[in-house]
């Protein structure tokens, strides 16, 4: 497949599909992309598309509103009769938003058998030669919309590799997480997996829709439109859903910890996975529930779609995708034809032609796949850089933090013992401040809420606030890949939420709220910062409640605290009041 000059590869797969139903045959296959053009395109009004002239070969062209061109070619040999061997389509146009943006998919069919076909297609898009302007916004990768199509139908049954295809998530349960994790580490696995799991802490709880309910309402899981992801990646990656608690821990049960799916996490799982490598879990990317809420999940959800598409495997120089290819196909054939022949002049010298129009195409072609591995190249030594870096300075950082643990540990078992008890809960606040500098910041709007809250548990209100100094600080800032709220919930009394619930974080106003205003006072602040104080740790004495809302200031390594009071407004005490 050669890739236009100057061209952007927007979407790129191949797979198989099996006849499955009584009507699927080549023909139908091919009446999809005749119905996708003629459906989304009719204002074109591409004469003929869906003829015997599309199945056969030919060209169509349309100038009115997109400059659409529509081209065909087939192949038949002797292994599959008055079938086509090989069926290529190519069609051109020009986008809708941008005019000057070019489209182009090219899709190839080969015959395996007589009910199973291999189907590869690459959508490229590239800017006008004669556009000046700004360079537009990059369009983000979607699978075509025949793929989505295709892949929900009935009649045919699709996969890539060893796993089968459909634009929608599964869901993992207590009993297949073991069989997940083996199709994981599958070394014939092709697509990516993206694993999804839900928020198991939350102060509301998670639901997944049924499969009755899901023609209504799209999945959203860990923060992210798991239906919209199955969608747009669907022949590069499947979308997995661990729904529950035991689903999540059945999991963990089976995988080692460095590749381990925790509540609110999402985990891109890359093909070639190798558990015996060391280093093999730095290539299979995870979203913390915080990173979430600190990007953005619409940002996090395009992040994984980029690099998902971008990275597809189906760059094997065997597949057949266009009428490049079908070219050389028809050009093999008749090298065989004439090699079977005597040596006559006549056909030596239309074997010397073939040949040269051959070795032409695979220069062509070896040059496409030099950009690609030099692209890949300069990436994978940049991230072998940025590795080295990262884990240099975090050789560094753990040595510091344990000479300062060392010289620490004295003045922090000091700082329990005070000679005047607290006789008030604000009190509690403003001592604890002073005992744990380093270690939380307490801002005056937090202050101000412990005055006028209804919390006055003075022990347990020093509990508190000493378990986050402590046990919270540490969770956070003391130990890698820490899971925050099952350390925390496990060592301490008190409970730790690391965010909202979802009903609550798609509230605009509610959400303004967990915003905090914050100056840094270190030499490498420039100027203030707005902080997500949603995470909260739960405090209860008799019918008054505390919440602590934070932030984890990840530069500092401080705990941010901007609220110490009653319980913040949720969407689930909105529909109360």
Same mark, same amino acid.
């Given at each position: 497949?050669?890739?236009?000059?100057?061209?952007?590869?927007?979407?790129?797969?191949?797979?198989?599909?099996?006849?499955?139903?009584?009507?699927?045959?080549?023909?139908?296959?091919?009446?999809?992309?005749?119905?996708?053009?003629?459906?989304?395109?009719?204002?074109?009004?591409?004469?003929?598309?869906?003829?015997?002239?599309?199945?056969?070969?030919?060209?169509?062209?349309?100038?009115?509103?997109?400059?659409?061109?529509?081209?065909?070619?087939?192949?038949?040999?002797?292994?599959?009769?008055?079938?086509?061997?090989?069926?290529?389509?190519?069609?051109?146009?020009?986008?809708?938003?941008?005019?000057?943006?070019?489209?182009?998919?090219?899709?190839?069919?080969?015959?395996?058998?007589?009910?199973?076909?291999?189907?590869?297609?690459?959508?490229?898009?590239?800017?006008?030669?004669?556009?000046?302007?700004?360079?537009?916004?990059?369009?983000?990768?979607?699978?075509?919309?025949?793929?989505?199509?295709?892949?929900?139908?009935?009649?045919?049954?699709?996969?890539?590799?060893?796993?089968?295809?459909?634009?929608?998530?599964?869901?993992?349960?207590?009993?297949?997480?073991?069989?997940?994790?083996?199709?994981?580490?599958?070394?014939?696995?092709?697509?990516?997996?993206?694993?999804?799991?839900?928020?198991?802490?939350?102060?509301?709880?998670?639901?997944?829709?049924?499969?009755?309910?899901?023609?209504?309402?799209?999945?959203?899981?860990?923060?992210?439109?798991?239906?919209?992801?199955?969608?747009?990646?669907?022949?590069?990656?499947?979308?997995?859903?661990?729904?529950?608690?035991?689903?999540?821990?059945?999991?963990?049960?089976?995988?080692?910890?460095?590749?381990?799916?925790?509540?609110?996490?999402?985990?891109?799982?890359?093909?070639?996975?190798?558990?015996?490598?060391?280093?093999?879990?730095?290539?299979?990317?995870?979203?913390?529930?915080?990173?979430?809420?600190?990007?953005?999940?619409?940002?996090?959800?395009?992040?994984?779609?980029?690099?998902?598409?971008?990275?597809?495997?189906?760059?094997?120089?065997?597949?057949?995708?266009?009428?490049?290819?079908?070219?050389?196909?028809?050009?093999?054939?008749?090298?065989?034809?004439?090699?079977?022949?005597?040596?006559?002049?006549?056909?030596?010298?239309?074997?010397?032609?073939?040949?040269?129009?051959?070795?032409?195409?695979?220069?062509?072609?070896?040059?496409?796949?030099?950009?690609?591995?030099?692209?890949?190249?300069?990436?994978?030594?940049?991230?072998?850089?940025?590795?080295?870096?990262?884990?240099?300075?975090?050789?560094?950082?753990?040595?510091?933090?344990?000479?300062?643990?060392?010289?620490?540990?004295?003045?922090?078992?000091?700082?329990?013992?005070?000679?005047?008890?607290?006789?008030?809960?604000?009190?509690?606040?403003?001592?604890?401040?002073?005992?744990?500098? *380093?270690?939380?910041? @307490?801002?005056? &709007? %937090?202050?101000?809420? $412990?005055?006028? #809250? !209804?919390?006055?548990?003075?022990?347990?209100?020093?509990?508190?606030?000493?378990?986050?100094?402590?046990?919270?600080?540490?969770?956070?800032?003391?130990?890698?890949?820490?899971?925050?709220?099952?350390?925390?919930?496990?060592?301490?009394?008190?409970?730790?939420?690391?965010?909202?619930?979802?009903?609550?974080?798609?509230?605009?106003?509610?959400?303004?709220?967990?915003?905090?205003?914050?100056?840094?006072?270190?030499?490498?602040?420039? *100027?203030?910062?707005? @902080?997500?104080? &949603? %995470?909260?740790?739960? $405090?209860?004495? #008799? !019918?008054?409640?505390?919440?602590?809302?934070?932030?984890?200031?990840?530069?500092?390594?401080?705990?941010?605290?901007?609220?110490?009071?009653?319980?913040?407004?949720?969407?689930?005490?909105?529909?109360?009041?």
């Amino acid at each position: 497949m050669q890739v236009p000059l100057n061209s952007n590869i927007h979407y790129k797969c191949s797979f198989l599909i099996e006849e499955s139903g009584e009507k699927a045959n080549w023909s139908h296959l091919v009446g999809a992309f005749s119905y996708w053009i003629s459906s989304h395109y009719a204002a074109e009004r591409i004469d003929g598309v869906g003829k015997p002239w599309f199945k056969k070969g030919g060209v169509r062209s349309s100038s009115r509103y997109y400059s659409s061109k529509v081209k065909t070619d087939s192949l038949r040999t002797d292994e599959f009769g008055d079938k086509p061997h090989y069926w290529t389509l190519r069609f051109e146009h020009n986008g809708r938003e941008n005019e000057f943006r070019r489209w182009r998919t090219d899709i190839g069919v080969e015959s395996k058998s007589d009910d199973t076909y291999q189907v590869s297609t690459v959508v490229t898009h590239r800017l006008a030669e004669n556009y000046v302007g700004e360079k537009p916004e990059t369009p983000t990768p979607t699978a075509p919309w025949f793929l989505r199509f295709l892949a929900s139908r009935d009649e045919w049954s699709l996969s890539v590799g060893p796993d089968p295809v459909k634009p929608k998530p599964f869901q993992i349960t207590s009993d297949e997480a073991s069989t997940f994790w083996d199709a994981l580490r599958n070394p014939k696995r092709q697509v990516f997996a993206i694993a999804l799991a839900a928020d198991t802490n939350e102060d509301e709880p998670n639901t997944i829709p049924s499969e009755s309910s899901r023609q209504e309402v799209d999945i959203i899981c860990a923060g992210l439109n798991a239906d919209e992801l199955a969608r747009l990646l669907v022949c590069n990656a499947i979308v997995c859903i661990c729904p529950s608690r035991e689903a999540i821990n059945s999991l963990n049960s089976h995988v080692p910890d460095e590749y381990r799916l925790e509540s609110g996490m999402a985990r891109i799982y890359r093909p070639d996975l190798d558990p015996d490598d060391k280093y093999d879990f730095k290539r299979h990317r995870f979203f913390t529930k915080n990173e979430m809420y600190g990007k953005g999940e619409e940002s996090v959800q395009n992040i994984i779609i980029e690099s998902v598409a971008r990275r597809s495997r189906s760059r094997d120089k065997e597949l057949f995708s266009s009428l490049e290819d079908l070219e050389a196909k028809r050009r093999n054939k008749r090298i065989r034809e004439i090699r079977g022949k005597g040596k006559e002049k006549e056909n030596y010298e239309e074997l010397v032609s073939l040949l040269e129009e051959d070795v032409e195409h695979w220069k062509q072609e070896s040059k496409e796949y030099k950009s690609l591995l030099d692209s890949e190249d300069k990436e994978n030594k940049q991230l072998r850089k940025d590795i080295d870096r990262l884990e240099s300075e975090v050789k560094r950082l753990k040595y510091e933090k344990r000479e300062m643990k060392k010289s620490s540990e004295n003045s922090i078992a000091k700082k329990e013992v005070i000679e005047n008890l607290p006789k008030s809960f604000t009190e509690v606040v403003s001592i604890m401040e002073e005992n744990y500098p *380093e270690r939380i910041e @307490i801002l005056e &709007s %937090a202050k101000r809420s $412990a005055e006028v #809250g !209804d919390f006055e548990d003075v022990s347990k209100g020093w509990e508190c606030l000493r378990d986050i100094a402590i046990i919270l600080h540490t969770a956070y800032f003391e130990i890698e890949g820490a899971n925050i709220e099952s350390y925390f919930n496990s060592k301490s009394k008190f409970e730790v939420a690391t965010g909202p619930s979802p009903r609550t974080r798609d509230d605009k106003e509610l959400m303004r709220k967990r915003k905090k205003e914050y100056e840094p006072d270190d030499i490498d602040s420039t *100027e203030k910062e707005v @902080i997500d104080i &949603s %995470a909260h740790v739960k $405090a209860r004495s #008799g !019918d008054n409640f505390l919440r602590v809302h934070y932030h984890p200031h990840n530069r500092l390594e401080k705990i941010i605290i901007g609220h110490c009071g009653n319980h913040l407004d949720t969407a689930g005490t909105r529909r109360r009041s």
